[in-house]
């Protein structure tokens, strides 16, 4: 069940945040809401398109098993491909709904970034019926949109890795604002890694966590990972706020 809990207290900064002047950040940040805005484009055409045209072939093969089972019902083996047709396009589009859920834009520009988190949170709990606890530490400032959408992504990747490659059953998020930073640590009580050999992977092919990484990049911050095996694997981002 989602638990959110608000806890007071100072933060010491352990390493310092990648210069990048104000011109890039800027460059950075538009780059970012753009890209959001065309992924919400290509849900649309994925609704617009696929999924319409997969509710059609599952309406025909409907229409075709009746009429095959009236008019030749000893016809098993067809009836029996048919059935299966019907299920793969059935199973095809429940795969696609739930990616079409997972990356529609949250409307980033009228919630705050702990709405946003905490919307995120109950879907994975939904999708995957694992328990996950939102710490909230201090007063969380009112974040950009470009930072909004990043810490929005990096989560979402990272609650999605723990359980997919971690086996993870409990994760928690951690959010504190700390001076110029904000500062979110993912934990989960997964199989754990090697990360030196996964970092290695991702220079080369391991897509989400190389995405994770170029995200806190864009915006200006910077990004870590710890792993015990058997024990659990944090992620940590910190990011400017502004």
């Known amino acids: 069940m989602f638990m959110r809990t608000q806890i007071v207290c100072c933060v010491t900064v352990r390493y310092t945040i990648q210069a990048m002047d104000s011109n890039n950040l800027q460059n950075a940040g538009r780059f970012l809401e753009i890209a959001e805005r065309e992924v919400g484009r290509i849900i649309l055409d994925i609704h617009d398109g696929p999924v319409q ?11 075709a098993q009746r009429q095959l089972a ?8 067809a009836l029996i491909r048919i059935r299966r047709s ?4 059935e199973h095809a589009l429940t795969d696609i709904r739930t990616f079409m859920g997972a990356f529609r834009p949250p409307e980033f520009e ?22 996950v606890r939102l710490n909230l530490l201090g007063e969380v400032p009112p974040v950009v949109l470009p930072v909004k959408i990043g810490l ?26 700390c001076a110029e930073l904000i500062t979110m640590e993912v934990h989960d009580n997964g199989l754990g890694f090697n990360v030196d050999a996964i970092l290695r992977e991702a220079l080369t092919g391991h897509f ?33 706020w502004h």
């Open 86 to 89: 019907i299920a793969l396009l």
């Open 208 to 240: 989400g966590l190389k995405g994770m990484r170029e995200r806190v990049h864009l915006l200006g911050g910077q990004f870590s990972i710890s792993s015990t095996p058997e024990v659990g694997t944090c992620v940590t981002v910190r990011v400017p």
């Open 53 to 63: 045209n997969i509710f059609a072939a599952l309406s025909q093969l409907d229409v």
């Open 110 to 131: 009228r919630r705050d970034l702990v709405a946003i988190l905490e919307g995120l949170v109950i879907q994975h709990e939904d999708l995957t019926g694992n328990e």
């Open 152 to 177: 929005y992504r990096i989560l979402q990747e990272a609650l999605a890795n723990g359980v997919r490659h971690g086996r993870a059953t409990r994760q928690s998020v951690t959010l504190r604002g």
């Open 70 to 77: 009236a008019q030749h019902p000893e016809d098993d083996l």
